[in-house]
């Protein structure tokens, strides 16, 4: 069994349980955060966060996968409070979300110098802590994949070609550039069967998400009760022809939530997405599948063992 680690610590892959694999506890603007401290507000953040996931884990999330990198402000010690706080295991991510240029201290480093940054979050800590990272994240969006996108993806794929720990994406759906990242992976080594490719519900173009499921990738289903790309009551049916289709054992679903964002305000996020939250899964989404007929058994293996299986393919 492999052993994974979460902010807590080791846990085996057995202890995952019922697992979101995307969801962030908080995201902000470093720039913003750091110049401006008075617009935050991080007794509230950390309030907010330990609600909602304490809300998952009263609804039976045992695990969350918080993807929060670099370009989203990453605070390990953060994570880790709300981990302690509300007994959720939670595994923190190494990896960049960069969909266009490294930042100027990291421009003229290599792949390899790039890998290692990520290497020591997995080894060694993150942000000189010995709290360690369970898988990397890596981004593509609208821009597709530019000069400095290709380096941190192939980066993402050294590390993981020497750590074994998984690859997570975000993409741009509509931009079919999950196969772009497939291809960049595959030519540093890495197997499919590794990588989730991120933000694939955003899109029902079924000719693009059977491309990604016939290379053995997995998709994030990730953004139920958000209307990006597609509106939220879409997913659910998209979901199920994917279920229908037989590729259930490649699926991961999740929100994508975040506890607070500061991209905008509360009450804009309230308006646009009034469903988004971190227990819409397991308050609608598992009791729309069920209506339709899918089994228990079927919902535990999206739920349960396909990230378990991630990991394990990943680590062996
Ligand atoms: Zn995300």
Request: with cysteine; proline share 3%; hydrophobic share 40%.
């Amino acid at each position: 069994m492999p052993i994974i680690n979460s902010v807590t610590g080791p846990i085996d892959s057995s202890q995952l349980g019922l697992t979101l694999t995307h969801e962030h506890l908080r995201v902000r603007t470093v720039e913003v955060a750091t110049q401006f401290p008075h617009l935050y507000d991080q007794s509230k953040e950390l309030q907010l966060a330990k609600e909602q996931v304490r809300a998952a884990g009263n609804a039976g999330i045992r695990t969350i996968c918080d993807p929060t990198v670099m370009g989203q402000d990453r605070d390990i010690a953060f994570i880790r409070e709300v981990s302690e706080c509300t007994g959720v295991t939670i595994i923190a991510a190494t990896g960049m979300y960069t969909c266009q240029n490294l930042p100027e201290p990291l421009r003229n480093k290599s792949i390899d110098y790039i890998a290692e940054l990520f290497i020591r979050d997995i080894e060694v800590g993150i942000q000189n802590t010995d709290i360690k990272a369970g898988f990397i994240k890596c981004a593509t969006d609208v821009q597709g994949v530019t000069p400095d996108v290709e380096k941190i993806i192939r980066a993402a794929a050294r590390a993981h070609m020497r750590t074994g720990v998984p690859i997570m994406t975000h993409t741009h759906a509509a931009s079919r550039n999950g196969l772009d990242q497939l291809d960049l992976l595959e030519d540093e080594g890495v197997s499919a069967r590794a990588v989730i490719i991120g933000h694939s519900g955003d899109t029902c173009d079924m000719d693009y998400l059977s491309r990604l499921l016939n290379r053995q990738a997995y998709l994030g289903i990730d953004r139920f009760g958000l209307s990006v790309g597609m509106i939220n009551e879409e997913r659910p049916a998209m979901l199920l022809k994917l279920i229908q289709n037989g590729y259930h054992k490649q699926l991961l679903i999740s929100q994508d939530y975040c506890g607070t964002i500061d991209w905008w305000e509360r009450e804009e996020v309230q308006s646009f997405a009034p469903d988004w939250s971190m227990t819409h899964i397991t308050s609608d989404v598992l009791p729309y599948l069920s209506s339709q007929g899918v089994g228990q058994d079927i919902l535990a293996e999206i739920m349960a063992d396909n990230v378990r299986d991630w990991f394990e393919h990943a680590m062996k």
